[in-house]
């Protein structure tokens, strides 16, 4: 058997490579909210009730100088976070909290963005699509990054990148299968838990997904973006050359990095201001 090619991976990002697991775990390890602020950004807690009466807590971060009562409420990106679907919460019900709620928090219902990294933009995607079918909250925009959207996890990238010691098609295989268990890749998925199942991606807000060429879910994302395009959903699609899973938080200074954060935010400014 012919030998695997040599990973296409930008040289910058690759000298991280050998401390790829240290820098997930430091990635992973808590720290003290106060720590981390931007000057001037506040930091509150909100707890709400879920759908099965089980606590909620939001943590809402604004700048200090914002009014947020009155005619000048802010826009809001709703952030899911990742963690491969075995870290952290499932689906936050945005339709209970933001439908009940946004007046006291001084948000711009008509002005929210769903973002989501990995597991969490999988959610995001599904929440978008869960939102659209119910009518409502309703959505300006979609920010999904690299996200994990296909419990078959049977595409080229999906095999491609088996056993690389990065985010791989085995890790990616033990965070579905925690997730949904034995219904993994079967009929019984719902298209809010695996959005690339969805045969009907017309009406959803506009999306901005990126991945990286060199990871796991490179394909499914493509090919979520073509299928928005195909269902007259407009989708902007960044598929940044040689970046591996998580390369923006773990190599922030990387050119990569840099150019990622840029065309996002100038997307985000977009879909918020203009």
Same mark, same amino acid.
């Given at each position: 058997?012919?030998?695997?090619?040599?990973?296409?991976?930008? #040289?910058?990002?690759?000298?991280?490579?050998?401390?790829?697991?240290?820098?997930?775990?430091?990635?992973?390890?808590?720290?003290?909210?106060?720590?981390?602020?931007?000057?001037?950004?506040?930091?509150?807690?909100?707890?709400?009730?879920?759908?099965?009466?089980?606590?909620?807590?939001?943590?809402?971060?604004?700048?200090?100088? $914002?009014?947020?009562?009155?005619?000048?409420?802010?826009?809001?990106?709703?952030?899911?976070?990742?963690?491969?679907?075995?870290?952290?919460?499932?689906?936050?019900?945005?339709?209970?909290?933001?439908?009940?709620?946004?007046?006291?928090?001084?948000?711009?219902?008509?002005?929210?963005?769903?973002?989501?990294?990995?597991?969490?933009?999988?959610?995001?995607?599904?929440?978008?699509?869960?939102?659209?079918?119910?009518?409502?909250?309703? $959505?300006?925009?979609?920010? $999904?990054?690299?996200?994990?959207?296909?419990?078959?996890?049977?595409?080229?990238?999906?095999?491609?990148?088996?056993?690389?010691?990065?985010?791989?098609?085995?890790?990616?295989?033990?965070?579905?299968?925690?997730?949904?268990?034995?219904?993994?890749?079967?009929?019984?998925?719902?298209? %809010?838990?695996?959005?690339?199942?969805?045969?009907?991606?017309?009406?959803?807000?506009?999306?901005?997904?990126?991945?990286?060429?060199?990871?796991?879910?490179?394909?499914?994302?493509?090919? %979520?973006?073509?299928?928005?395009? #195909?269902?007259?959903?407009?989708?902007?699609?960044?598929?940044?050359?040689?970046?591996?899973?998580?390369?923006?938080?773990?190599?922030?200074?990387?050119?990569?990095?840099?150019?990622?954060?840029?065309?996002?935010?100038?997307?985000?400014?977009?879909?918020?201001?203009?």
């Amino acid at each position: 058997m012919a030998p695997k090619p040599k990973l296409p991976i930008d #040289r910058e990002l690759e000298s991280l490579l050998p401390d790829y697991d240290e820098l997930i775990r430091c990635a992973q390890t808590p720290v003290r909210v106060n720590d981390i602020l931007l000057p001037g950004v506040t930091h509150e807690e909100h707890t709400f009730l879920g759908p099965d009466k089980n606590p909620l807590t939001l943590s809402i971060f604004r700048k200090e100088s $914002l009014p947020d009562s009155g005619p000048h409420k802010q826009p809001t990106i709703y952030h899911i976070h990742g963690g491969g679907m075995v870290m952290g919460n499932r689906f936050c019900s945005l339709s209970g909290l933001l439908e009940f709620h946004a007046e006291e928090l001084g948000i711009d219902s008509a002005r929210i963005v769903i973002n989501g990294l990995s597991a969490g933009g999988g959610l995001a995607a599904g929440v978008a699509l869960l939102c659209r079918d119910r009518k409502g909250p309703r $959505l300006i925009g979609q920010s $999904l990054f690299s996200p994990m959207i296909d419990d078959c996890n049977n595409s080229v990238s999906a095999h491609e990148f088996t056993g690389v010691g990065i985010w791989d098609r085995n890790a990616n295989m033990t965070g579905w299968n925690a997730y949904l268990g034995d219904r993994r890749g079967s009929d019984n998925v719902s298209v %809010y838990a695996a959005p690339i199942r969805a045969k009907d991606l017309a009406g959803l807000p506009p999306a901005y997904i990126d991945v990286g060429s060199t990871e796991t879910f490179r394909d499914e994302d493509v090919q %979520y973006a073509q299928n928005m395009w #195909r269902d007259g959903t407009q989708c902007e699609l960044h598929a940044w050359p040689g970046a591996y899973h998580g390369f923006e938080g773990l190599s922030p200074g990387a050119q990569l990095s840099i150019m990622a954060r840029k065309a996002r935010s100038d997307w985000l400014r977009r879909i918020l201001f203009c």
